[in-house]
């Protein structure tokens, strides 16, 4: 098993940064893929940015590409999404996630296996 805790959540204005990080214990295999994903009220959970863990390979969803930054701290077993330039359709909650079967495609894992309690992100205009 793995557990997965996000923070780094808040409230900022349109146009501000946020980092979430992701803390992750227990069995964490090195060939684990990790992501992030979002989920607006009434909508339906999206991927938004994930990361190769062994490679360091990462991809992201179109809506965040080239505002969202995400890496990782391998030797703290730590998943980070660096949030720039956010804007109001940003607000969500954010959740963490780990795959144990590595594939991804355009900023999301296809076949998460342990998720995060999630984290909730308000951009206000």
């Known amino acids: 098993q793995v557990q997965l805790v996000e923070s780094g959540g808040g409230s900022v204005q349109a146009g501000g940064s946020l980092r979430l990080s992701c803390a992750a214990s227990?069995?964490?295999?090195?060939?684990?893929?990790m992501g992030w994903f979002r989920q607006a009220a009434g909508n339906a959970r999206e991927g938004v940015a994930a990361?190769?863990?062994?490679?360091?390979?990462?991809s992201y969803a179109d809506s965040v590409r080239g505002r969202f930054t995400i890496s990782q701290d391998k030797a703290k077993n730590m998943l980070f999404l660096q949030m720039d330039s956010l804007k109001p359709e940003d607000t969500a909650t954010y959740y963490c996630?780990?795959?144990?079967?590595?594939?991804?495609?355009?900023?999301?894992?296809?076949?998460?296996?342990?998720w995060g309690q999630g984290t909730q992100v308000t951009v206000s205009s």
């Open positions: 227990g069995d964490v295999d090195s060939r684990y893929c």
């Open positions: 990361i190769n863990t062994a490679g360091g390979s990462t």
């Open positions: 996630a780990a795959a144990s079967l590595c594939s991804i495609r355009t900023g999301r894992l296809l076949y998460p296996t342990y």
